[in-house]
């Protein structure tokens, strides 16, 4: 799918109780990699998937960080999948695309912020810019969070590389 879907065993999925799952089933979620199934299922289905997807998060925990290293292509490439399935388009534009609640990331690397700010920044918003109404990336591990980092470093100007 594209974009990608969500990690239904991270952190932030598993927060969700079994009646936001089955909305999310039924409803779809916009901008994402999840369509609506209400036209395709019934409800004793849907609240069937609620029940597969609370089995397969007590399969066990989630992998940990990768330890083969990515090349810096690579992680643009995994950091654009990651700002997809996180979807930070609901809030922030980029390169024309997306909500407006946050700031435009069209030319995020022109910002002169470092790596380790941006990290920061995404696992306790409101600890760099107070008032933030940006949900903290719990769900993320370092090396998704290095990958977002460098994607959105990545984002510049037209005519700046």
Not at 128 to 135: E, V
Request: proline letters at 7%.
């Amino acid at each position: 799918m594209y974009p990608t879907a969500m990690d239904l065993t991270s952190p932030h999925v598993r927060k969700w109780n079994d009646a936001e799952l089955f909305w999310i089933i039924e409803n779809g979620v916009r901008f994402t990699g999840m369509p609506a199934w209400h036209t395709l299922l019934d409800e004793p289905s849907s609240w069937k998937l609620v029940l597969a997807i609370r089995r397969l998060q007590q399969a066990g925990p989630k992998p940990p960080a990768r330890a083969v290293a990515l090349t810096a292509a690579e992680r643009i490439h995994e950091g654009g999948l990651l700002f997809r399935q996180e979807n930070c388009g609901g809030c922030h534009r980029l390169h024309g695309d997306g909500g407006r609640v946050g700031p435009d990331l069209s030319a995020e690397g022109d910002r002169g912020r470092s790596n380790a700010w941006m990290i920061g920044h995404f696992q306790n918003p409101a600890a760099f810019i107070p008032g933030s109404l940006m949900p903290a990336t719990i769900n993320l591990n370092e090396d998704q969070l290095l990958a977002l980092t460098e994607f959105l470093q990545s984002q510049h100007k037209e005519g700046r590389r």
